[in-house]
């Protein structure tokens, strides 16, 4: 690997010339492979053993269910990645954990800013108290709508999908009480797994980014509630983006930097900066067993009283509640019964019926009037000409009373053809109409059975594209 000489020579100075040769020489190595499983789907103790004989599973310290794999996963061909079952993600990120669990006990309303395409979202979601929000934002729409699709496999339904520039969430004040901010930036800490990050780096480039990551922490700041918690984390070693911009939040904003319980083995690193001694970790792949990665909590101090995002509401009720002349009593009623849980409420945007949360409504209807929502909750089902069709968000959440569909287990081969969104048959005494399709008894989607054929219910832009499977195929 041909590190920049400008970056060699910075991390010498941060480091000293034995720390910087075992940091370049572990960049040198294969980077670990780790996922995290979905305690709502799926547990270790679930896997088939006899399918993945020659994978182990070695526990990541600081992450509930976070694991190190010895080799990779075919991913793209296995069927309970798809369902939501597990999600690939960086060990080191999976630190987040410790923040949100030692400092949260009550539920609260959380964004995540600048989520794409989901491994914190997907985490944070696993880990807040039970009847907490998640507002998931992602300013680029592409990655937006990856992350939608990433949170629906995920299944929660108390989610709120956004895509905004952080400057848009201004006349949300003190709105949330938790913010994540994993910053864009200049990228060191993943060098070793994406070259890429090596040709855009340069000393400008660290510049342009501290004053981005300034910029986007003065946008969204308002909107933290007095008391709240902001989590600033970058994938990057120099002390511009991390210990100073942390410095520069307790001088401009008064925030407290909260320390954070680890473990001596877990070769957590604390401040580089020269003369700051606040609570931040740093993770560095000779110490750790992960990518670089950087994370401080700061609380917001509690003065004096501002302004609220209640005030900013309308007085009249929005028009939006005429949709629901669209669904006949009989729809809600199937709609409802579809549902593990009566305290959702069916709410109809366009020829789709979305379930949320109850408890939330008066904080949805501040976001789709304030940011550009493209989801929420759980999609439970759409017209279909004059019928009320299930939606295949419903067959992946935890909301899904699944005992009112008939159900059809796949074979392996039967499931990959599903999520190539073909056509497969069932067997010959499968129910007709709407059939929930499993895996390995997990639900990757319906079908429509028709008898001699079943419908491939699988959302188009989802599907495999790639139709050429690999030699050797691994899967939990």
């Known amino acids: 690997m041909k590190l920049p000489i400008p970056f060699t020579n910075y991390i010498h100075t941060l480091l000293g010339e034995k720390e910087c040769q075992a940091l370049t020489d572990a960049l040198e190595q294969e980077p670990s492979v780790s996922i995290r499983l979905n305690p709502a789907d799926f547990r270790l103790e679930d896997r088939d053993a006899a399918c993945c004989s020659t994978l182990t599973f070695e526990p990541v310290p600081w992450a509930t269910n976070g694991y190190y794999l010895n080799k990779r996963l075919t991913f793209t061909f296995d069927p309970l990645f798809h369902a939501g079952c597990y999600y690939v993600q960086e060990a080191s990120s999976m630190f987040v954990e410790q923040a949100l669990k030692q400092y949260l006990k009550t539920p609260v309303v ?14 944070a979601r696993s880990i807040l108290p039970e009847g907490s929000l998640l507002v998931a934002n992602e300013v680029s729409r592409t990655r937006a709508q990856i992350l939608a699709e990433n949170l629906a496999k995920w299944g929660d339904p108390d989610v709120v999908v956004t895509n905004n520039d952080p400057s848009d969430f201004s006349s949300l004040k003190a709105f949330f009480d938790v913010i994540l901010t994993d910053v864009p930036c200049s990228g060191e800490g993943m060098f070793r797994k994406d070259p890429g990050a090596i040709e855009e780096w340069s000393p400008e480039n660290v510049r342009t980014c501290w004053q981005r990551q300034r910029r986007i922490i003065t946008d969204i700041w308002p909107s933290l509630k007095p008391g709240g918690l902001l989590i600033y984390s970058t994938c990057t070693y120099n002390t511009e983006e991390d210990e100073e911009n942390v410095r520069w939040m307790e001088q401009t904003y008064g925030a407290e930097v909260l320390p954070l319980d680890t473990a001596e083995s877990w070769g957590i690193t604390g401040s580089l900066l020269t003369g700051y001694e606040a609570p931040v970790y740093r993770f560095l792949p000779h110490r750790t067993r992960g ?11 509690v003065g004096e009283e501002e302004a609220c995002w209640e005030a900013s509401l309308p007085k009249k009720k929005s028009k939006k509640a005429a949709e629901a002349t669209l669904f006949s009593k009989e729809m809600m009623s199937q709609a409802a019964s579809w549902l593990n849980r009566s305290d959702y409420r069916l709410i109809p945007k366009g020829s789709e019926l979305i379930a949320f949360s109850e408890f939330y409504t008066t904080e949805l209807e501040a976001l789709r009037l304030s940011l550009k929502v493209i989801d929420f909750g759980v999609t439970v089902g759409e017209l279909k000409g004059k019928d009320l069709a299930p939606f295949h968000d419903l067959a992946m959440n935890r909301l899904f009373h699944m005992a009112l569909f008939p159900r059809e287990e ?21 129910s007709r109409g709407y059939v929930v399709v499993t895996y390995k008894q997990v639900p990757i989607g319906f079908v429509k059975n028709i008898g001699n054929r ?9 599907r495999i594209r790639t139709t050429r499977l690999p030699d050797e195929i691994t899967t939990l």
């Open 110 to 123: 959380m964004l995540d800013l600048c989520a794409a395409p989901g491994g914190k979202s997907t985490h």
């Open 291 to 301: 990518e670089g990665f950087f994370l401080a909590v700061l609380r917001k101090p």
């Open 410 to 430: 796949l074979t392996y081969e039967q499931a990959i053809a599903y999520l190539h969104k073909e056509a497969i048959t069932l067997s010959v005494t499968a």
């Open 454 to 462: 079943a419908n491939n219910l699988y959302p188009q832009e989802w």
